[in-house]
C-alpha cells in the first residue's frame, strides 16, 4: 500500500491543523493505520492510531485531549486532527499502515508501510 500525507505547515501555538494520509493500493480495510512525528534530534514517536475498522483509537498522553484520529473508508483515508498546538509539536509526521490488525500497536516496528512525512512547525 502507498501512502501520501499532506496538511502539514506552519501554525501559531494554539492554533489547530488537519493532516490527511490518503492510501492506495491494497484494500485500505486491511490496515490498522496509526500517525507517529520525530523531532530534530529525537527519535520517532507514536502519537495516534486506529483500528482497521474504526472502533479503536490510541493516544499518546502527551496528545490526549486535543489531538484526535479517524479513517473514512470510502476515501481511503486517515486524518488527525490537531487542536491547542505546542511548541513541543513541532516535527516531521508520518502515517503508518499495519497489517496487523490485532491490535493498534504504538510500535514502529509493528507498521509495514510509511509514508513520507509532512512537516508541522508551530511558533510562538
Known amino acids: 500500500v502507498q501512502l501520501q500525507a499532506f496538511g502539514g505547515g506552519l501554525v501559531q501555538a494554539g492554533g489547530s491543523l488537519r493532516l490527511s494520509c490518503a492510501a492506495s493500493?491494497?484494500?485500505?480495510?486491511?490496515?490498522?493505520m496509526g500517525w507517529f512525528r520525530q523531532a530534530p534530534g529525537k527519535e520517532r514517536e507514536f502519537v495516534a492510531g486506529?483500528?482497521?475498522?474504526?472502533?479503536?483509537?490510541r493516544l499518546a498522553d502527551s496528545v490526549k485531549g486535543r489531538f484526535t484520529i479517524s479513517r473514512v473508508s470510502a476515501k481511503s483515508t486517515v486524518y488527525l486532527q490537531m487542536n491547542s498546538l505546542k511548541l513541543e509539536d513541532t516535527a516531521v509526521y508520518y502515517c503508518a499502515a499495519s497489517a496487523a490488525r490485532y491490535r493498534v500497536t504504538v510500535t514502529s516496528t509493528e507498521y509495514d508501510y510509511w509514508g513520507q512525512g509532512t512537516q508541522v512547525t508551530v511558533s510562538s
Open positions: 486506529i483500528s482497521w475498522n474504526g472502533g479503536v483509537t
Open positions: 493500493g491494497r484494500s485500505f480495510s486491511n490496515y490498522n
